[in-house]
C-alpha cells in the first residue's frame, strides 16, 4: 500500500490502445512502451493492459495464453476475452485477445480509416480490463487511460455503471496525447458503451449530433494530463480545442501538462546502431560521416563543410505543416543548403515532394517510406530539423534533433515551444530556433537566421553543445506522473 502522498508501491494499471514495441501507430505507443517502465523504476507497481491485435508478433514478444478467459458483457452479448501475457522489460503485460473484435487486417480501421463498429470494439476493451482487474483479484488504486479508445474506462469506473470489483477505490487519470483524434461516432453506437443514460447528453458524450468516446473519459476522469504544458493551456482554446475546448477550459483544474520523455537508450549519437560512426559532444567528427552518407541515401549531392543540411520526418499530414516546407523550398534552396524530407502521408502532399524533388534534383531529396534507420540517419546527419507545426502536442523529433546536436527550427507551439529556446547570440543561451506565424516566410527567416549562425563557429558550437545537454529523459516525466498519482490516491 502507497503511503500518503509517495508513489512508492502504488499500483498502477496502465490501459492504453498501443504500446511499442508490441504495437505502435505514433507516440502514444512510444508513451505506453516507455512510461510504464519508468514508473516502475520509481518503484510502483505497473501493469499493463493491451488488445492483442492480430498484427501483434506473438513469438518476437514471448506472449503467451495466460490461462485465463474473461466473459465480458457488452452490447446486450457476453464475449470472450482470452487473456495473454508477456514481460516488457520486466513490467507484466496482458493482452486481451479476440479473434472476431481484434484478428482484422488494421487497428483502428481498414488503410488508416476507421472501423465503425470501433465503439463495440473498445468497450470490449475497456470492460475487458475491469473484468481482468476482477479475475487477477488486483486493487489497482490509479487506472491510467490514453486516448478516445481507452476514454470510455474512467467513464465506467467513476459512474459505476459496471460493478467495478477491486477497482471500485481506484483514481482514474487520461492522457490525450493528441486532442484531434476524438473516436466520433454515430449517436445510436451510445447504446454499446453501457454507461448511464445521462451521459448521452451535451454534459456527457454528446457531440455535435453525434458520440465522442474521449469526451466520455475529458467529462468523468479524476485526472486529465496532455503532453506538454504548453498544449494543456492550447486545448482550451477555440485555436487548440477541435470543439472541446469548453470541456476542457471547465475541467482546467484538473487538467495538466506532462511533458513526455525521449528513450535515449535509442536515440543517443554515442551509442546509436543505426549510424555508420556514433559520434559525441567531445568528438563530433562521426557526425560528419553520418551527413555524407544521409546525403548519398537521399540521392543528393556531396556538400562541403560549409552547406547545410536541413531535413523533416514525420507524417504527412495537415498537422504537421509540410506544406510551408513545399512553398518555401524554392526560395531557401538559393542558400547553400540541402534539403532531405522522409515521411509519408497525404498522397497529395507526397505527390507535391516528388514534384520538388525532380525540380531540384541533387539538393532535395525525398523519400516516401516509415523508415525508423532513416529516420536515425537523418536526424544525426542533419544540421537543422524543421518542424512547422500548425499544432503539436508533444513532438518527440525535435527532443531527439537535440540530443543529436541538430538544431531544431521549430514553430511556437505546444510542446515545441517547451523543448526549444531560442538561440541568443548574444548570450549565448538557447538552442534552436523559433518562429510564431504559420506562413512560409517566417520558416524562411527562423531558416535563415539558423545558417547566419553555422557560418560562426562559435556560436554554432555553443549552441550545439546547449543542445546536446538537454534532459528530456522518462525519470524526469515519470517523477512529474508519480507527484500527480500520489496527490489522487491521497486526497
Ligand atoms: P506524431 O506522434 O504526431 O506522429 P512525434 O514527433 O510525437 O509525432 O513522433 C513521431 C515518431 O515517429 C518519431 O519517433 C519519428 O521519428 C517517427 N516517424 C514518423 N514518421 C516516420 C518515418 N517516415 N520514418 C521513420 N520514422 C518516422
Redesign the pocket.
Known amino acids: 500500500m502507497a503511503l500518503s502522498g509517495s508513489p512508492h508501491g502504488l499500483k498502477v494499471l496502465f490501459v492504453s490502445p498501443e504500446a511499442a514495441p508490441l504495437v505502435k501507430t505514433?507516440?502514444l505507443g512510444?508513451v505506453s512502451g516507455s512510461l510504464p517502465l519508468a514508473l516502475r523504476g520509481l518503484g510502483m507497481e505497473v501493469r499493463l493492459v493491451l488488445p492483442l491485435y492480430r498484427q501483434v508478433n506473438l513469438k518476437a514478444h514471448g506472449i503467451k495464453p495466460a490461462g485465463l478467459s474473461l466473459s465480458v458483457p457488452v452490447g446486450g452479448r457476453l464475449w470472450t476475452a482470452q487473456v495473454f501475457t508477456a514481460s516488457l522489460k520486466g513490467c507484466q503485460v496482458y493482452l486481451l485477445a479476440n479473434e472476431e473484435l481484434f484478428g482484422r487486417e488494421g487497428i483502428y480501421g481498414p488503410n488508416g480509416g476507421d472501423y465503425a463498429d470501433n465503439p463495440l470494439r473498445f468497450t470490449f476493451f475497456c470492460r475487458g480490463a475491469i473484468e481482468l482487474a476482477r479475475a487477477l483479484d488486483w486493487p489497482a488504486q490509479v487506472v491510467h487511460a490514453h486516448d478516445w479508445q481507452t476514454a470510455l474506462l474512467p467513464a465506467l469506473l467513476e459512474t459505476k455503471a459496471c460493478d467495478p470489483g477491486p477497482l471500485s477505490g481506484a483514481a482514474t487519470v487520461l492522457t490525450i496525447h493528441?486532442l484531434a483524434y476524438q473516436g466520433i461516432y454515430e449517436r445510436e453506437a451510445f447504446a454499446v458503451t453501457g454507461l448511464p443514460h445521462w451521459l448521452n447528453s451535451p454534459m456527457g458524450l454528446e457531440f455535435w449530433g453525434n458520440i465522442s468516446l474521449l469526451k466520455a473519459g475529458l467529462v468523468t476522469a479524476r485526472a486529465l494530463t496532455t503532453v506538454s504544458p504548453t498544449y494543456a493551456e492550447e486545448v482550451t482554446t477555440p485555436e487548440g480545442g477541435h470543439g472541446l475546448e469548453g470541456v476542457l477550459a471547465q475541467r482546467h483544474e484538473s487538467l495538466h501538462g506532462i511533458l513526455n520523455g525521449a528513450d535515449y537508450a535509442d536515440w543517443s549519437p554515442e551509442t546509436d546502431r543505426f549510424l555508420p560512426e556514433v559520434y559525441s559532444r567531445g568528438d563530433m567528427k562521426g557526425k560528419l560521416v553520418c551527413r555524407d552518407k544521409l546525403l548519398a541515401a537521399f540521392g543528393l549531392e556531396k556538400a562541403g563543410k560549409r552547406t547545410s543540411v536541413l531535413s523533416f520526418?514525420?507524417?504527412l499530414v495537415y498537422?504537421k505543416g509540410v506544406d510551408i516546407i513545399i512553398k518555401a523550398a524554392p526560395r531557401l534552396l538559393l542558400d547553400d543548403l540541402r534539403l532531405c524530407i522522409?515521411?509519408?502521408g497525404d498522397p497529395e502532399q507526397e505527390a507535391m515532394l516528388q514534384d520538388l524533388a525532380r525540380a531540384h534534383p541533387g539538393r532535395l531529396g525525398v523519400r516516401l517510406?516509415?523508415?525508423?534507420e532513416?529516420?536515425h540517419l537523418l536526424t544525426a546527419g542533419s544540421d537543422l530539423l524543421a518542424m512547422p507545426s500548425r499544432y503539436e502536442p508533444?513532438?518527440?523529433?525535435q527532443i531527439?534533433a537535440l540530443r543529436y546536436g541538430t538544431a531544431p527550427v521549430v514553430r511556437e507551439v505546444g510542446g515545441l515551444k517547451d523543448t526549444v529556446q531560442p538561440f541568443d547570440p548574444m548570450s549565448g543561451q538557447g538552442t534552436g530556433f523559433t518562429f510564431q506565424p504559420f506562413h512560409e516566410r517566417d520558416l524562411t527567416c527562423a531558416v535563415r537566421e539558423a545558417l547566419w549562425t553555422r557560418q560562426r563557429p562559435n556560436l554554432w558550437h555553443g549552441l550545439t553543445a546547449n543542445a546536446m545537454s538537454q534532459d528530456f529523459s522518462w525519470q524526469r516525466s515519470a517523477r512529474a506522473y508519480a507527484g500527480l498519482y500520489a496527490g489522487l490516491v491521497s486526497s
Do not use: E, P
Open positions: 505514433g507516440g512510444d493528441n520526418v514525420g507524417r498537422q522522409l515521411g509519408t517510406a516509415f523508415d525508423d532513416l529516420a508533444c513532438g518527440l523529433n531527439y
